[in-house]
């Protein structure tokens, strides 16, 4: 009877794999969770509720959930849900680890192969109906230097990637060993030694109280004014207001940025600027990755509403 069916709240647009996956057991319902006067109320049936970005699942939400076991996080960044609350109220919290990786290590090549060529610039200036050949001369990857802050599985993946291109990779991870580096043919490095000696700069990390503005104004000044830097990772761990003095200065070449500190923006300053490249936090938008971070939460709320273990993913 669908009256005694657990409720499952989806709060932002997930795969259709992801209601299949789930199966005919509970009561699917939709809101909209970046509106707090929607998924407030949604929240007071819910037994689960299947979360990307855009929700933020804090203590308020959690309080407003007296039924909830499960938050499950359709991607890999924990950081929009309050775990310690969770676990203060007993509420299980699950993510996708790898679903979307790939996804975003290779948006993570299409920024960079998009400021070293200005293609999205380009684009924009013929289809305005201007044939500029020498104002987007642009720069190769081959023998270049890639630093990668941040060396895990997206990491790795940009790395492997970018190999290809005949490039030198330099990785700063205080986690990740010499050996295992050396393994993958990286060059492990401080991050002084990075921010210094690269050409293109990219971040991988998670949005702990640590790492936010890691990239900021000191950062910038170490770098070379011919670098790029990329973070498809979290918003805020560029700061947003010391890269636009660093564009504007000309401290740095230019920028692709997919995630911003407060989501969704639209009008930020150096939006506006010729050399940077925005996207509207896309790395996790492919069918892929979808598909799989749909299946795989799905899968572990079942797990999780039947009571039973939900291994790590
Ligand atoms: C992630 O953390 O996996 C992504 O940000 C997912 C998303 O785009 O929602």
Redesign the pocket.
């Known amino acids: 009877m669908t009256d005694t069916k657990p409720v499952v709240l989806i709060a ?1 647009e997930l795969s259709p794999a992801t209601v299949a996956a789930l199966g005919p057991d509970f009561e699917i319902r939709q809101t909209d969770g970046a509106d707090r006067s929607q998924l407030l109320p949604a929240l007071a049936d819910a037994h689960a509720i299947l979360v ?3 929700t933020q699942v804090d203590a308020e939400a959690i309080a407003a959930a007296p039924n909830l076991k499960v938050i499950a ?5 924990l950081d929009n849900v309050d775990i310690k609350a969770a676990t203060q109220a007993g509420v299980m919290v699950v ?2 680890p790898t ?2 990786i790939i996804s ?1 290590a290779e948006l993570t090549v299409g920024h960079i192969l998009s400021l070293a060529r200005h293609i999205p610039q380009a684009c924009g200036a013929l289809k305005a109906g201007e044939w500029k050949r020498s104002k987007y001369s642009g720069t190769e990857l081959f023998e270049k230097k890639i630093g990668i802050i941040g060396f895990g599985r997206i990491g790795a993946l940009v790395a492997a990637r970018l190999q290809a291109f005949g490039t030198e990779i330099l990785a700063y991870d205080p986690y990740v060993t010499s050996a295992r580096a050396a393994q993958l043919g990286v060059k492990l490095v401080t991050l002084d030694e990075l921010l210094a000696q690269s050409d293109f700069i990219t971040i991988h990390m998670p949005k702990t109280p640590e790492t936010v503005g890691m990239l900021g104004a000191e950062a910038f000044e170490k770098m070379k004014e011919t670098a790029y830097v990329v973070n498809v990772a ?1 918003g805020g761990l560029v700061d947003e207001a010391a890269l636009h003095e660093a564009l504007v200065a000309g401290k740095i070449a230019g920028a692709g940025i997919d ?1 911003f500190a407060k989501e969704p923006s639209t009008d930020l300053p150096f939006f506006g600027l010729d050399n940077v490249v925005v996207t509207p ?5 492919t069918a892929e990755a979808q598909e799989k ?1 749909g299946i795989s939460v799905a899968k572990s709320v079942r797990l999780a509403l039947a009571g039973e273990l939900v291994p790590d993913a």
Do not use: I, P, Q
Not at 73 to 77: D, F, I, K, S
């Open positions: 932002e990307r970005s855009a996080r359709a991607g890999v960044g993510n996708a679903s979307n975003a979290r995630v936090h896309l790395g996790a938008s971070a």
